[in-house]
């Protein structure tokens, strides 16, 4: 199963400030839902409490609760590894969506890493991991907004 992550970071590296995401950027979040579309997303509890279902996405969601799904869109997994395992006998390809935790559990495991810089340093108290060393970045683009963002896409060697 091929591995894609997707991150939008503002320029100190802060994803969160608690449950929200601290900035509102105009036309950033079409990447998201443009990338993600039909696709599984592979989520901490948090960020699946805080963000909710979009529609025409699946839902990996991580907790150490034992919570039960009434959705079929919706599959909860006690680890990460399970999920993994689980995942890839449904389809080729995952994102990993955050959060914090999630991002640092799973960036190194990555093939490929989508990620808007939002051009504004901010305060909040979730971090996303630094980028390793063995991934190279592919593309750029500068987009002009009420805050700019650079979208990048970064592969593993
Ligand atoms: N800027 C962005 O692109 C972006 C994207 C997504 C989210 N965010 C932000 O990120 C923040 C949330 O991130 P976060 O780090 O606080 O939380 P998170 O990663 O969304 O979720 C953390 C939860 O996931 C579960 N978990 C994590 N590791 C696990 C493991 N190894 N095994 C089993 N369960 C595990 C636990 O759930 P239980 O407590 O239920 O056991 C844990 O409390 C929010 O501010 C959100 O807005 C930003």
């Given at each position: 199963?091929?591995?894609?992550?997707?991150?939008a970071v503002?320029?100190?590296?802060?994803?969160?400030?608690?449950?929200?995401?601290?900035?509102?950027?105009?036309?950033?979040?079409?990447l998201f839902?443009?990338?993600?579309?039909?696709?599984?997303l592979?989520?901490?509890?948090?960020?699946?409490?805080s963000m909710?279902?979009?529609?025409?996405r699946?839902y990996a969601?991580?907790?150490r609760?034992?919570?039960?799904?009434d959705?079929e869109r919706?599959?909860?997994f006690?680890?990460?590894d399970e999920?993994?395992?689980?995942?890839?006998?449904l389809?080729e390809?995952?994102?990993?969506?955050g959060?914090g935790e999630?991002?640092?559990?799973?960036?190194n495991?990555a093939?490929?890493?989508?990620?808007?810089?939002?051009?504004?340093?901010i305060?909040?108290d979730?971090?996303?991991?630094?980028i390793?060393?063995?991934?190279?970045?592919v593309?750029?683009?500068r987009?002009?907004s009420?805050?700019?963002?650079f979208?990048?896409?970064?592969?593993?060697?």
């Amino acid at each position: 199963m091929k591995l894609s992550l997707i991150a939008a970071v503002s320029e100190n590296g802060i994803i969160g400030s608690g449950m929200d995401i601290p900035w509102s950027v105009k036309g950033e979040q079409l990447l998201f839902k443009a990338l993600t579309f039909n696709q599984w997303l592979i989520v901490g509890r948090k960020t699946f409490e805080s963000m909710g279902k979009l529609p025409n996405r699946k839902y990996a969601v991580i907790t150490r609760a034992n919570i039960i799904s009434d959705d079929e869109r919706v599959v909860y997994f006690s680890s990460i590894d399970e999920a993994l395992l689980s995942l890839a006998l449904l389809t080729e390809h995952a994102f990993v969506s955050g959060g914090g935790e999630i991002y640092k559990a799973l960036i190194n495991k990555a093939d490929t890493l989508h990620i808007s810089t939002v051009c504004t340093a901010i305060e909040g108290d979730v971090y996303f991991p630094s980028i390793p060393e063995d991934y190279h970045k592919v593309f750029e683009q500068r987009f002009n907004s009420n805050i700019d963002y650079f979208y990048r896409i970064w592969q593993k060697d």
